[in-house]
Nanobody, 121 residues
Framework: EVQLVESGGGLVQAGESLRLSCAASGVSFDAYAIGWFRQAPGKEREGVSCISGGPGSTSYADSVKGRFAVSRDNFKNTAYLQMNTLKPEDTAVYSC??????????????WGQGTQVTVSS
C-alpha cells in the first residue's frame, strides 16, 4: 500500500520559514517525481513545486519562485519543501503526490492527506 505522509505545517508570521516533509512508503521512491500542491479555502488546487525522481530537475510556480525550494532524499524516501519569506497568501493545505512523469501538470497517482500552513500578517 502506498502511503504519503506530510508533516511540518503550522502557524507562522509573515516573513518566517517552514519546512514541510513528505515521507513515502510502499513505492519505489526514486522512480517517481514528487509534486507539492496547495489548496486554500474556496480556491482551486495549485501546483507549487515538483522534483524529478533522480537528481536534477525542479519546477516552481511563479508565485513561490525564489522563496521555496524542493528537495528529496531517496535514501530516506522523503521529500522536502523549504518555504522561506512566507506570505499570508501562502496559507493553504499543502499536499505531496507522486507521479511517474515529471511536471506540475503530470498525472499524480498517489496523494498524501495534507498539512495546514497558516501565515499571519
Amino acid at each position: 500500500e502506498v502511503q504519503l505522509v506530510e508533516s511540518g505545517g503550522g502557524l507562522v508570521q509573515a516573513g518566517e520559514s517552514l519546512r514541510l516533509s513528505c515521507a513515502a512508503s510502499g513505492v519505489s521512491f526514486d522512480a517517481y517525481a514528487i509534486g507539492w500542491f496547495r489548496q486554500a479555502p474556496g480556491k482551486e488546487r495549485e501546483g507549487v513545486s515538483c522534483i524529478s525522481g533522480g537528481p536534477g530537475s525542479t519546477s516552481y510556480a511563479d508565485s513561490v519562485k525564489g522563496r521555496f525550494a524542493v528537495s528529496r532524499d531517496n535514501f530516506k524516501n522523503t521529500a522536502y519543501l523549504q518555504m522561506n519569506t512566507l506570505k499570508p497568501e501562502d496559507t493553504a493545505v499543502y499536499s505531496c503526490a507522486v507521479s511517474r512523469d515529471y511536471g506540475l501538470t503530470a498525472k499524480y497517482d498517489y496523494w498524501g492527506q495534507g498539512t495546514q500552513v497558516t501565515v499571519s500578517s
